[in-house]
């Protein structure tokens, strides 16, 4: 049912890039060389979008391309491994990513702390030489489930897919902050800017990506120089990210150039105004609540809709659950809409309090239509909402009933 | 340091293979039809030996090609996220891989389970109605190590890069052992036959891949068709393969099509007298120690030679360290060449009892060259050999000073 495909991912995306139309994708050099994405798109073989060429070298058959800047994971193609392959990670673009030669030498790629005792400018180099940890973390978009909104709030409308659950690996900022004498006294933020290039002739406030957090997040944040095993690729953040487990994923600022602990808030409008929970219909002020800390989640990942008909007998409905801040500690599946529930399995390991968990539950439907939904509770007691609120960005959807999924039963 | 590439993994081998000198890779079908591995193999970029065609889709900058069916990781290219990918994960076949067209219908293939009390043959579909687990673990090649014994051993020279740390998911075998009544009285061995085709005209024993482990590992043991959250290649046995975590590679037979639990141990020659522990200079005899669990083994991944003279100042030792059969607890790193160690910290998620840990310690090396070794011990109290035994095979080879490496300081 899940997994149709018939050839790995890797050969098919193999065999697209080989048969593309545009057979001319740019030959480039030898590693170690500074090299050049290919010009042209790479088509996917439905007559899907194709992919933006930036992440030409990703899944075709995993994703969904709703433009250059947000590419969704297909919600068919979650597997039950825990970690989300990196050819399948959904892409959330502010700006458009720097070019690939930014890591034609990654230990030489710079950032300047500041707001501590001792500020510097510290190489990629410099970090790895001050510590080492790995973290496993849902990465999710703010506006991920904004398409089960009613309202049909502007922006991408993703469904479940744009998020995954990585693994990075770097220094912990404690150990730099340490290094660097401590933070400032007074200072309530950590606040990260991303080394995209700003267009000649705006107010770069208007669309620098600049994100403050809570200084308190620190505590459990990576400057990160590897993804799931690889030096992390330009289009999700290399050669350095900044890593703030549990926080939405516009928190976690790509390509950092800065990380600075100061006592106000970034000027960006992107903090200023952007990611804000505000009511429908007005306009996004700095007062209300920014998009930080992420809400208890899960969904069912299998069966879905698109398997057709369930054969008769046995299935296993199977998804992800997160805690957001807090570890997963229970998940239900309901099997009538939500009117009764079930005690699903935590399958697999556990990686930790910001990854999520696969769960399972065993069942058997009769024939006819089935309303499948999951709800989660963290180790805290905090129970996934059947409804989040609707708000004027589409921001954090995790409401258990709209993620719900019909499948049939011959 | 490490990870000096400029280019994303992927990027780079898009570049390999529009960039190969056999620019016509085969052109394949769309998605869900049945493909051909291109008929030219993908050249590595330094001259070293090219991909074998149906491994073509890994990453060429990180493997080390011994023979078609010996393909290595580089040492250099072990990250710290825990879990190896796929595209840098270690090849070795005993037969040549099947086409890929036996992943046209992945939920088609069949596997006759025997020495139960209701034996049947079920097919993946089946099979995925059945249960679900996920497990993560060490796949390490028998042979791994065995170029360090100083007797040169005929077989490929592994250093240590004939292993990686992987998830794989399908249902657990107790699950459909349970579902078919039960092993049958008097079964001391779960055995698997792998779906490789046999060349006519020779006595199929003396090449089939059929392996016997005791009954008891069928505890923890998988029919798993998911690799890395991906249905499995056929390159890593897809579309299912028997996993018993803890075992040596080779008891984890790929594209198995029987699975048996029976009183005896196979008669195939890889049971018999292959996989053997054999005094070096004597020949294999069915009577000695099977190549079955694993032993504590860990290794160092950076700092290495390569990387060449070490800057001044801090550096982060790191590597990865596992159990076999249980947890690594405690990792030790010596910079002394085995005199004197120093507890690393185990960092990162704990995956499991059957995953490596990621460990790291934070030191500073004065100028001059410097041996460093690490030491794992597991949760029973059982400590990494400094040396294993020599055997006429070279396998199981995890002793700690001969997976040392030296390095210097400018």
């Known amino acids: 049912m899940k997994n149709p495909h018939s050839v790995p991912a890797n050969l098919r995306r193999r065999a697209m890039l080989a048969g593309s139309a545009s057979a001319a994708i740019a030959v480039v050099g030898c590693k170690g060389m500074a090299q050049t994405p290919p010009a042209a798109p790479v088509a996917a073989a439905n007559g899907a979008k194709p992919l933006p060429a930036y992440v030409s070298w990703k899944d075709p058959s ?23 392959p990196t050819s399948q990670l959904y892409i959330r673009n502010n ?6 030669e930014i890591t034609a030498d990654r230990d030489a ?33 703010s506006g991920n489930g904004r398409g089960f909104f009613p309202s049909k709030p502007s922006g991408t409308a993703w469904k479940v897919g744009a998020a995954g659950c990585v693994v990075w690996s770097g220094v912990p900022v404690r150990d730099v902050v ?9 200072m309530a933020y950590m606040t990260s800017t991303g080394g995209e290039k700003i267009p000649e002739g705006i107010d770069p406030r208007t669309v620098m990506v600049e994100r403050s957090v809570p200084v308190e997040a620190m505590a459990d944040a990576l400057l990160a120089w590897e ?30 150039k800065r990380l600075a602990f100061t006592a106000e808030q970034s000027p960006a409008a992107i903090q200023q105004t952007g990611y804000r929970i505000t009511p429908l219909g007005e306009k996004h002020k700095p007062s209300e609540p920014s998009v930080w800390e992420m809400a208890p989640k899960s969904w069912i990942n299998s069966p879905l809709p698109e398997d057709g008909p369930l054969r008769k007998g046995g299935v ?12 997963a500690a229970r998940v239900e599946v309901s099997t009538d809409g939500g009117a009764s529930w079930k005690r ?7 990686m930790g309090r910001y990854a999520w968990r696969q769960f399972a539950l065993n069942t058997t439907l009769p024939a006819g239509t ?6 989660v509770t963290d180790s805290t007691g905090r129970v996934q909402a059947e409804t989040s609120a609707e708000n004027a960005g589409g921001y954090s959807n995790s409401g258990w009933r709209a993620h719900g999924v019909q499948v049939t039963v011959a």
């Open 227 to 256: 993804l799931n095993g690889e030096p992390i690729p330009v289009a999700h953040g290399g050669p350095l990210r900044v890593i703030v487990p549990g926080y939405a994923g516009v928190n976690n600022v790509k390509y950092v």
């Open 344 to 350: 699903a399995r935590l399958i697999g390991p556990d």
């Open 178 to 186: 340490a290094a660097l004498g401590g933070v400032t006294g007074g």
């Open 95 to 100: 700006l458009p990513a720097p070019p690939v």
């Open 316 to 327: 296993v409905v199977q998804g992800v659950a997160f805690g957001g801040m807090h570890p």
């Open 370 to 375: 089935h309303t499948l939904m999951s709800r």
């Open 62 to 84: 995993a994703l969904i391309v709703h433009s250059a800047a947000t590419v969704e994971t297909k919600r068919s193609v979650f597997g039950s491994s825990v970690v989300t």
């Open 109 to 141: 790629w710079e950032v300047n702390v500041e707001g501590v005792r001792n500020p510097r400018k510290l190489t990629v180099a410099d970090l790895k030489a001050m510590g080492l940890d790995t973290v496993t973390m849902v990465l999710q978009c």
